[in-house]
């Protein structure tokens, strides 16, 4: 069984950071409704219905055509995927690294189309479309055994696929930050819940929540590559640095907890679960030592599927200080 680590670590740090950000949220978010237009919340919950609807097949080609409007246009989005691509690969030939970004784009697209039947379709439907899990004996050995398990799954592929799944296999709590819309709030929150996760707060009652989850042998999900609002330090991402949330090693500080990689690749009809075991180096009592192991995780997770990576999450937008600022666009 995996012990606790000694390492001091400041999960109050994180959560005081968590509960300041969340009341920053939650009056954005008032403002913003103030101002939403009834008709535009009715019409994003309609867009999202009639791609629920549509055959998985269709759902992605409007999905690419949202991805080629990006590349048209020359959109926010398309600009930090380039830069992005630009500084995780520079080697890679010019034309190859536009191809990488255009075909990045049109798969994040997917991921805005076909995620509505992922969180409005039965888990019959859900289950028909997750094709193979590779890897899912040695899930189900983690799941079984006394230790929490955390699952780690970054911003590759179609996450939201995972909540589903692992739902039916176990009990599972999970970190839920409301979106940037309000309207979409309590479409997203009763679909993750209705196939049976329990989600919490990102705030010092949400941490303590997972904290005592993971302690009685439960699981969670984390997605790690977001950048956090605070309990989090620099660490290398594809040999650059990158604001890294420390919470995954404070947890396996606490708990003793297993953690695994799961990625939830597309593959045509559905898709493919890849679970790999991460950088040992991740359970390492020094904290820079565990953050670096887990970024190198994630770079070996994205290296399966390089285009399905979200390129446009802006995961170098707060730099050390002295450093340069990316994302700075004419």
Known sequence: MLQPRKATIDLQKGAN????????????????????????????????????????????QFGSLIGSYHIIARSGPYRVTEENIARCYPKMAEEERQLLVQKSLAETGKMATEVAAIWTRPWSWVERKILKVHGEDKLMAAIEAPEGLILLTPHIGNWEILGPYVSQLTDMTALYQPPKLPAMDSFIRESRERMGATLVPTDRRGVSALLKALKKGGLTIILPDQVADGGSQHAPFFGHPAQTMTLVSNLLNRTGAKVLMCLPLRVRGGFEIHVVEPEEAIYSEDLATSLAAMN?????????????????????????EGQPKPYVFK
């Open 17 to 60: 950071y968590s509960d300041k950000s969340s009341k920053l949220r939650a009056s954005r978010a008032e403002k913003h409704e103030k101002h939403l237009n009834p008709m535009q919340s009715l019409l994003i919950k309609a867009l999202l219905n009639s791609f629920a609807i549509l055959p998985l097949w269709l759902s992605r």
């Open 296 to 320: 190198l995780s994630i770079e070996k997770g994205i290296t399966l599927a390089p285009a399905q990576y979200q390129w446009e999450y802006k995961r170098f937008r707060r730099p050390p």
